[in-house]
């Protein structure tokens, strides 16, 4: 069974800026269970760095539900909240300089967080040479910083925040000025340490391809859960023909990005479907054999048609047929393939 050790309800942060209300978070679901490596996606200024630093109590949210194992982040007293940053908590940011020490090396970086924490004696120096071996750096624990590749830095840094026996691991970009391969061998290393070691782990990323690294990938929309996309394993019979004694199953990944249901049955329709359709405030819900169908709703549209007296526009705003082509819009022709291909 697994366990919900992450639940965001509701979840609202609403930065004041001068006079202005910026709102970074509006309503957000979201839960992960314990031992759960969930990549976090979207688009700038979508509200993924304000979850993770309201997750790893860095900051506090406006309004909502978010507990972590047990913990209360909205309640708990401030030194409460520092106490869980430090001790449940492991960061891991874009930047490796605002992970690690420059003049230090590897092995001094890992262990100046347990120093922090009031640690003495040689445990620290064996737990730090035990966090980098895990890490894969074990040839490389006294060179330092600036005799390290970017990626080999970035594990450092992962090593740093493992130091002082967190729960759970946040990192924000971790693989955003790293080339592909290295990303490769940093996802590895947290799905090491997740498999492995227990951690939960969550990776904010740019990269779409984080599906194949990760268990479950998230997108955050305007401050909101929008998507998820989850692995399937797909098994397809290689023998064809129905010769029994020769039919090998083979399992093949497929990845399904699914939209994202709140409590109250809220989804989250992406802007550039609604504008293609020229759904708006208002739309038709029909039941068919398959599911649910939005529709923008005609007599609206015909009203405000009226009103305008413009009936030569009147037409552009009907819309159009299922079955026409539609290319402008790259996100719908990939919708729309998609259902096509399932008939
Ligand atoms: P992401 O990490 O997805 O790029 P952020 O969580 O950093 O997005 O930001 C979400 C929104 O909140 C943005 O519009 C951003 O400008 C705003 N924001 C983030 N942090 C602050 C802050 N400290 N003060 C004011 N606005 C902020
Ligand atoms: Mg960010």
Redo the contacts with the bound molecule.
């Keep these: 069974m697994s366990e919900e050790f992450i639940l965001c309800e509701g979840l609202v942060?609403i930065?004041?800026?001068a006079d202005l209300e910026?709102?970074?978070l509006q309503g957000l679901h979201f839960t992960v269970d314990k031992g759960e490596l969930v990549g976090i996606v979207?688009?700038?200024?979508?509200?993924?760095?304000?979850?993770?630093?309201i997750l790893g109590g860095l900051d506090r949210p406006t309004a909502g539900r978010v507990r972590v194992g047990g913990n209360d982040l909205l309640k708990m007293p401030d030194r409460q909240l520092n106490k869980y940053r430090r001790e449940e908590v492991g960061f891991v940011w874009q930047q490796s300089t605002r992970n690690l020490v420059p003049y230090l090396n590897a092995v001094q970086n890992v262990i100046l967080p347990m120093t922090l924490a009031g640690l003495t004696g040689l445990q620290k120096k064996r737990r730090a040479e035990e966090l980098l071996e895990i890490v894969g750096l074990a040839d490389r624990m006294h060179h330092h910083l600036p005799e390290l590749s970017g990626g080999e830095q970035q594990r450092v840094a992962i090593a740093v925040a493992l130091a002082n026996h967190p729960s759970l691991l946040l990192a924000?970009e971790p693989t955003g000025e790293v080339d592909s391969e290295t990303a490769k061998t940093i996802y590895r290393t947290f799905q090491t340490l997740t498999r492995e070691l227990g951690f939960t782990t969550l990776i904010?990323s740019h990269d779409p391809g984080i599906a194949r690294h990760v268990d479950r990938v998230v997108a955050?929309r305007d401050?909101m859960l929008a998507s998820e996309t989850i692995r399937q394993s797909v098994s397809t019979e290689m023998n064809a023909n129905g010769d029994a004694t020769g039919a090998e199953e083979a399992h093949e990944d497929q990845y399904a990005e699914l939209v994202v249901l709140d409590r109250a049955g809220r989804v989250h329709v992406p802007q550039e479907y609604l504008e293609h359709f020229d759904i708006r405030g208002r739309a038709q819900l029909e039941i068919t054999e398959d599911g649910i169908l939005i529709r923008p709703a005609v007599q609206t549209q015909t009203a405000q048609v009226k009103v305008n007296g413009d009936s030569a526009d009147a037409s552009k705003r009907l819309p159009p047929r299922p079955q026409q082509p539609v290319p402008e819009t790259k996100g719908v022709r990939k919708l729309l393939g998609r259902f096509s291909r399932k008939k």
Excluded: E, F
Aim: no cysteine.
């Design positions: 942060k930065y004041q800026v910026m709102v970074a979207g688009a700038s200024g979508s509200g993924k760095s304000t979850l993770m630093n924000d904010v955050i401050g």
